[in-house]
């Protein structure tokens, strides 16, 4: 009996390791699809943090994508024709020192005169406001993004 359970041991074994290894397979693999979108440079404020938007300010379009809470908080960056894709790849628009962030979290793309945020298979999921992101939805000026513990907005 004992040879038995050896041998169901190391079958369970090998199938554990060819589950990892597609796995870091799968992670690769959605590295290389997005690794030659173009990115828009990020700038750190000088004075700070960024005043909250008043809420009857009149409608405008969004300018940049501000970091409210988290460990970049304050971080903005300059809204662009391309995409912004945040994660914690090195080659991401922004990167996140965020443990609950995938490698590629999500996407926010410019449709004519709105943004549109996308989440890109993520583990922990992206929201907006309180309500989870399956699909590519828009995204209002001043409606918090939340991906991990970071939080961010767009503002005009």
């Not at 390791?17 to 440079?41: H, K, N, Q, S, W």
């Not at 890109?120 to 001043?142: F, K």
């Amino acid at each position: 009996m004992p040879a038995l359970i050896l041998q169901l041991t190391r079958v369970g074994f090998l199938i554990l390791l060819c589950l990892f290894v597609l796995a870091a397979m799968r992670v690769i693999r959605t590295d290389l699809r997005y690794a030659g979108e173009p990115r828009t440079g990020a700038e750190q404020p000088k004075g700070g943090r960024v005043e909250p938007r008043q809420a009857n300010a009149p409608r405008m379009a969004a300018s940049i994508l501000v970091v409210t809470a988290g460990s970049l908080a304050g971080t903005r960056l300059r809204l662009g024709s391309g995409p912004i894709l945040i994660g914690r790849a090195e080659d991401s628009t922004l990167v996140l020192d965020d443990d609950y962030a995938s490698t590629r979290h999500a996407r926010i793309t410019q449709q004519g005169q709105e943004y549109f945020l996308e989440d890109l298979g993520s583990t922990n999921g992206t929201y907006l406001d309180r309500a989870r992101v399956t699909m590519p939805t828009p995204v209002p000026i001043g409606v918090p993004i939340r991906i991990g513990r970071t939080v961010l907005e767009l503002r005009p």
